[in-house]
């Protein structure tokens, strides 16, 4: 089956610095990448979707400016938490999908932890 | 936007009876619904999914119906088996774009008791 990878699998940073976190198909081209966050015991919520070579749409109540989407390429897209808080501290899940095709593969996620 | 509810948020049940999960929706036009099992600190691994335009579908122990009409559709896990304990989350796809984003449901810790 699809492939999806994510780096780093956890991170501890200073509040107030940036983070990127990489999320890449392996063996497929993804023309669509989702970026969600989960908070512990809760569902996944969907931040925004990315589509090789345009812009990110951003849902309701995410700032495009504090995470910053880019998909440069169809098996590469980059999630930054720019001046990162504790409260940005979750769990980021990545998924991405083939063009025609319903199903997402889901990277194994990002643990990020803000002091 | 899109809504998705699940119900109940915990259940338990015997290993060897079945357990169910219902969910219902609020765009008649989502077209595509999954169902992700999640462990604990792992990605979602989808298990079963279903289109618009089929009914039911049924992949050995597990289950799903859709009934459009009422925007329900729930899964159907029967000989529950204790690996089956995780978290499982209902999905569906509205579509509002070409993008086909997923919205999940609030989630469903299951539990097996051996």
């Known amino acids: 089956g699809a492939v999806v990878s994510q780096h780093p699998s956890w991170v501890i940073c200073k509040s107030g610095t940036s983070v990127k976190i990489e999320c890449r198909s392996l063996d497929f081209q993804a023309t669509t990448m989702f970026w969600y966050r989960q908070f512990p015991k809760q569902s996944l919520m969907l931040m925004a979707t990315?589509?090789?070579?345009?812009?990110?749409?951003?849902e309701q109540g995410v700032e495009k400016d504090k995470f910053l989407i880019n998909h440069a390429s169809l098996t590469l897209s980059t999630l930054t938490v720019t001046s990162a808080h504790p409260e940005d501290s979750s769990f980021y899940i990545c998924?991405?999908?083939?063009?025609?095709?319903?199903?997402?593969?889901f990277g194994p996620g990002t643990r990020l932890t803000v002091l | 936007g899109e809504n998705v509810e699940q119900h109940p948020s915990t259940l338990s049940v015997q290993e060897g009876d079945s357990a169910v999960i219902k969910c219902t929706y609020s765009?008649?036009?989502?077209?595509?619904f999954p169902w992700y099992k999640q462990e604990l600190g792992k990605r979602p691994q989808l298990i079963i999914d279903i289109r618009s335009n089929v009914g039911e579908k049924k992949d050995q122990r597990i289950a799903v119906t859709l009934n459009k009409t009422a925007k329900h559709f729930s899964l159907h896990i029967t000989e529950t088996q204790p690996e089956d304990s995780a978290v499982y989350f209902c999905?569906?796809?509205?579509?509002?774009?070409?993008?086909?984003?997923?919205?999940f449901g609030p989630g469903t810790s299951l539990s097996v008791i051996p």
């Open positions: 765009d008649s036009a989502s077209n595509y």
């Open positions: 999905a569906a796809t509205p579509k509002e774009t070409s993008y086909d984003k997923v919205i």
């Open positions: 990315s589509n090789e070579g345009s812009k990110a749409t951003y």
């Open positions: 998924s991405a999908r083939q063009r025609s095709y319903n199903e997402q593969f």
